[in-house]
């Protein structure tokens, strides 16, 4: 299947990037699989991707100094959230964790003891991006801990993976709304204003599963009868700091 | 799933009907096979091809519409409604096929078909909750609501309350030896059989009124003074249903019958010592009283009868029943203590009652139909008397808080105290008039039933209009085309839908968008295969039988008809218990998920019926 290539759309310069990555690094084979798996047609449909809603649990913004206390995700396939694969693992780690971080997401030490080794947890998660786009909301957190990882483990740069975040889409949505500019953008909130329901509890796998459902519902929104290929789709391609 | 998924998912699911009534374990195992998607405004679930997978929709945020394929609107419906159901059924057929379409941004669960029902494999006691079936649905949500109440006084089975001594004998034992044995065993009655099947009964006071005071020889077989073809109950009856057998038929004991065995024998004694029937006692204290006075004092027991009735979740028709014993006792005691007032009618008449009185469906609401027919030979100073004691009848029935008619649709007025043949030709001419008479606004004549006086004068009255009515083409249809001029609220639910329909919005009343639609088909039904029966439901069955009704309609109708007319009395109980003045107005708010799903159910089966019966009628 030939694809029909504009040069300059960042989803081709990503596939450049991509190839550049395979060849001047010794990639592992579950990253070279990550990396080999085709990215979206310009023609195809938004709607008809492949996606992984994914939530990083974390004592704070600094991934030297903070510590990934659990990973939650679910696929997004056909429009469909399915909780029969959904994920959510804690993270069993050796830093101490902050006492107030316990208060956000009610993960207390003790719960951390039980949790599973960082690589295996991430690596099951890298599988599981396969061929999809990552959804998460406000993606600052979950690549800045990703990228930590790609470089503590397997002494790799960041990798060149596809996301989508609700934050930016929903951010933008008001610029083009021009709207009296809110600068709430907390999940909760945005999640309130497009009248989905509140989920009461805070967790890695609830706030991926109320990411998904928020980007299904920006999705309609943004291409309400318009042409839904992923030509038209504003994909987050930035990089942490 | 994993834990922290529970109380966002399973929460919401555990609290919706059906859900509800399953066991925690099954409910996660649901919860766990999830899919959630979100439509926006306008856009439509495309339902099954061969190849797409089935669900069971739940609408977690928003609301949805279905449409039959000729646009008719089938449910509205919003958060935690489901759906779908029919598309669980294996055979579907074209003509259930509907269309579901988003009215705002809806976020929907998805419980896959298969997967549900693989789980219910493992619990099969469930799996009627989720039948594609309404009347299956409809059918176990009532025994829900029967068998998880607290059982109230009421809704006793026989088996627990009669006695398991009794004499059976064969019909050619002497009597004198049937007496022995009703002595010996401490039992008032004897059930006489031949060749094992029951062929009669016999009681002590039999013994005593027709062989001692008729002077019989006590050797004569038993047969000779048993009254053949006796009443019977089952012993899974409810209690209630034999105490109104008893009150109808005014016997005092009747044999629980099992097949042909007989198991016991439930007495008025019984039931005075379990204290459970107090209706046989209002209707006793009815009997004996002396003034309206006396009567007007009653007013509370019946309502706590009432209370009791519904508490006790014991159906509506069987209320229904039990609340018309109530009101024929009052009515005719009243006549009898006029007639004590007034002096003996000058000529012959009959005292009748119609609309829901008629129909035994009476309840807390009802106020009162009735009228008079008049032999033909009444003369204008018998016309007098009788204006004085519907007068004086009709406002003692209203100091028993039977209030008086607001369509003055009683005997005190002159219109419908009428001679016979001045009656019969008022029924001629609404018949062949109905457009242009004040027929519509006397359905509530289109059912009477004889109370007191002259009983024949009824009869050749229902005859006359039975026979009026089949001898035109008219009629008919004029009351099939008034009938389905209101619809039953498919979007009561939908505040979008509740703001637009305009005034008393936010209210439904159950009566005229509901009930009345029920009886108006059913009088349609019952009138044009000529039922004897008024009951709404007696009607129905009437014209199964003689072919106007599918089975499955019918089955249907019965489901909602029951439903329906149970939510009715529940919402007049509650409002009695609070000490407000019960009415027909229901807030939809006050709806659980439970009665919203049940009652949409039923909506849509009388929207069904309305439609099928405006093309039967329309053709013929």
Known sequence: MRRIFNHFHPLNKLQRERERYLSTHQVPDNIRVLLEAPLPDLDDDIYSLDYLSLDFETSGFNPKTDSLLSVGYLPLINQQLLLSEAVETLIHTAKNVKAETAVINHIVPEMLEKGEAWNVVLDAMLTEAVGKVLIVHGSIVEKRFLNHYMAKRYKLPPLPLLWVDTLQMEKSLHIYKDNNGTDDFRLGSVRERHHLPEYSAHGALVDSLATGELYLALLKQHFEGADSSVRHMKFDYTRPL | ?620
């Open chain 2, 1 to 620: 799933m994993p834990q922290t998924l529970i109380p966002n998912i399973h929460d919401f699911l555990a609290t919706i009907d059906p859900f509800d009534k399953l066991p925690k374990e099954l409910q996660r195992k649901i919860a766990c096979c999830i899919k959630i998607t979100y439509l926006a405004k306008g856009e439509q679930i495309q339902f099954g091809g061969e190849h797409e997978l089935r669900y069971l929709y739940v609408v977690r945020t928003g609301s949805m519409e279905q449409r039959k394929h000729n646009g008719m609107l089938r449910a509205k419906l919003g958060s935690e409604d489901l759906f779908g159901f029919t598309f669980l059924s294996e055979q579907k057929e074209s003509q259930e096929d509907y269309t579901a379409v988003a009215l705002e941004n809806t976020l929907l669960y998805l419980v896959p078909h298969s997967d549900l029902l693989n789980l219910l494999e493992e619990y099969p006691d469930f799996a009627e909750h989720f039948a594609s079936n309404v009347q299956v649905r409809l059918h176990s949500a009532l025994d829900v609501v029967w068998s998880d109440s607290e059982k109230g006084i009421f809704v006793k089975k026989v088996s627990e309350v009669a006695s398991d001594k009794i004499v059976v004998a064969d019909s050619s034992t002497p009597i004198r030896q049937v007496a022995e044995q009703i002595m010996a065993v401490c039992s008032p009655t004897a059930v006489i059989t031949e060749n094992g099947q029951i062929v009669g009964l016999v009681t002590d006071r039999d013994m005593t009124k027709r062989v001692i005071v008729a002077g019989l020889d006590y050797c004569r077989p038993v047969k000779e003074i048993m009254t053949p073809n006796p009443l019977t109950v089952a012993p899974n009856d409810l209690v209630l249903k034999a105490s109104s057998i008893m009150m109808q038929n005014n016997v005092r004991s009747l044999p629980v019958v099992e097949g042909n065995n007989v198991l016991g024998v439930l007495t008025t004694t019984h039931l005075v010592r379990n204290n459970r029937i107090q209706a046989v006692f209002l209707i006793e204290k009815i009997k004996y009283a002396k003034t309206v006075a006396d009567l007007s004092k009653l007013t509370p027991e019946r309502q706590a009868i009432f209370e009791a009735l519904v508490e006790g979740k014991v159906s509506g028709d069987i209320i229904g029943h039990v609340m018309t014993l109530i009101m024929d006792a009052y009515n005719r005691r009243l006549l009898q203590i006029a007639e004590e007032h007034f002096g003996k009618p000058p000529c012959e008449f009959a005292w009748i009652v119609a609309g829901s009185h008629a129909r035994n469906e009476v309840h807390m609401l009802s106020d009162q139909d009735n009228a008079i027919i008049l032999a033909d030979n009444a003369t204008a100073a018998d016309r007098i008397y009788f204006q004085g004691l519907a007068m004086w009848v009709c406002n003692a029935l209203d100091a028993c808080a039977y209030p008086l008619c607001s369509g003055k649709f009683m005997a005190v007025n002159p219109k419908w105290c009428m001679p016979l043949k001045v009656w019969k030709a008022s029924y001629s001419k609404w018949v062949a008039n109905p457009e242009y008479d004040s027929l519509l606004n006397a359905t509530v004549f289109l059912e009477t039933r004889w109370l007191y006086g002259n009983e024949s004068f009824n009869k050749e009255l229902q005859d006359h209009l039975f026979s009026s009515i089949k001898s035109s083409h008219v009629f008919l249809s004029s009351m099939v085309r008034d009938s389905v001029s209101v619809s039953p609220p498919l979007g009561i639910f939908n505040s979008l839908v509740l703001e637009k329909s305009g005034e008393n919005s936010k209210t439904l009343n159950i009566k005229k968008f509901a009930l009345s639609l029920l009886v108006d088909l059913a009088r349609i039904y019952g009138l044009s295969s000529g039922s004897e029966k008024a009951e709404t439901m007696a009607r129905f069955e009437h014209a199964h039988e003689n072919n106007l009704l599918s089975e499955d309609m019918l089955k249907n109708v019965q489901g909602a008809f029951q439903f329906i007319t149970q939510v009715r009395l529940s919402h007049q109980f509650t409002a009695l218990k609070e000490g407000r003045v019960a009415d027909n107005h229901i807030d939809p708010n006050a709806f659980g998920s439970f009665e919203r799903k049940h009652l949409k159910d039923a909506f849509r089966i009388i929207a069904d019926l309305q439609e099928y019966t405006k093309l039967k009628f329309n053709r013929q």
